[in-house]
């Protein structure tokens, strides 16, 4: 199958059919992302925490997202790559903004970008749109913003924050992306709101009556304990299976199990006793 562009995911939206996304940050991880049909890839700046081991998102860069977007991009033939822009990448001025999506497009070669825009950011979205650049946007809760939220909390759920949520995603299609993604929103607006867009949106935390639902590949995976939220589902338990790995691996070396004959690469004795003469 051809690679997935902003026509093949809306097309997929029209048709009813749902969309799928996972997260990945490296070549391994998302060439078998790639490889089983996964439609999108969201290298995320949870990156910062899950492969980094940093508290929050906050501490990821441009020069971090880049390489790993790089990573992640040389291994899919078939998932559309998006690039989430980190903090600090897209507050200040529309001319550093369109800088530094261009940079994920010509140096990380992804297919699009995705930033936590807010009303406030409305024209660098526009900005980048007119560029060339596709654009994800991003709605409900912002981890960016874990500060000013006051943790990690459901968006939508008051009057004030539901209008909020409404307002962004409406500004956000007339802007010019392509697609949404919802995190943390209560499922009834969610649902709500898809249903008055005309653009996909994907949950990671919204709810079913999405176009698409997204989860963070490390938590897919059971890779990574030090924080699970609620909305995620562990399919398997990979990081208890790896730790059960490399104590068979040290146990083995102890014993002297590994490396056992066919790991080991031969010569003949000849040259051998010809090196003993010559150094001995």
């Known amino acids: 199958m051809a690679k997935h562009t902003v026509k093949t995911i809306q097309a997929m939206r029209d048709n009813n059919e749902t969309i799928t996304m996972l997260t990945a940050y490296d070549y391994p991880t998302a060439k078998k992302v790639n490889d089983a049909g996964i439609d999108m890839i969201l290298v995320g700046d949870s990156c910062a925490m899950v492969v980094h081991g940093h508290p929050n998102t906050l501490t990821a860069t441009m020069d971090m997202m880049v390489l790993h977007c790089g990573s992640v991009a040389r291994a899919c033939d078939r998932t559309m790559v998006v690039a989430d822009m980190p903090f600090g990448s897209f507050q200040y001025s529309i001319e550093e903004t369109m800088r530094n999506a261009a940079r994920f497009v010509t140096e990380a070669k992804v297919d699009a970008v995705k930033f936590e825009a807010t009303p406030n950011h409305i024209e660098k979205t526009e900005a980048i749109v007119q560029m ?18 006051g943790g990690l909390k459901v968006q939508g759920k008051d009057m004030d924050s539901a209008r909020k949520v409404v307002s962004e995603a409406l500004a956000l299609q007339e802007a010019g992306a392509y697609c ?100 001995d």
């Open 132 to 149: 060339g650049i596709p654009v994800v946007g991003h709605v409900g809760l912002h981890p960016q913003a874990v500060g000013a939220l």
């Open 180 to 279: 949404i993604i919802f995190e943390a929103v209560p499922e009834k607006l969610s649902t709500y709101v898809t249903e008055k867009l005309d653009i996909p949106t994907i949950s990671i935390g919204g709810g079913p009556g999405c176009s698409g639902q997204l989860l963070v590949t490390p938590d897919v995976l059971g890779m990574y304990d030090n924080f699970t939220p609620g909305f995620a589902k562990q399919y398997r338990k990979f990081g208890e299976e790896m730790i059960a790995t490399f104590k068979e691996y040290k146990e083995e070396v102890l014993t002297g199990k590994f490396p056992a004959p066919e790991h080991c690469y031969k010569m003949s004795e000849e040259v051998l006793e010809q090196i003993k003469k010559e150094f």
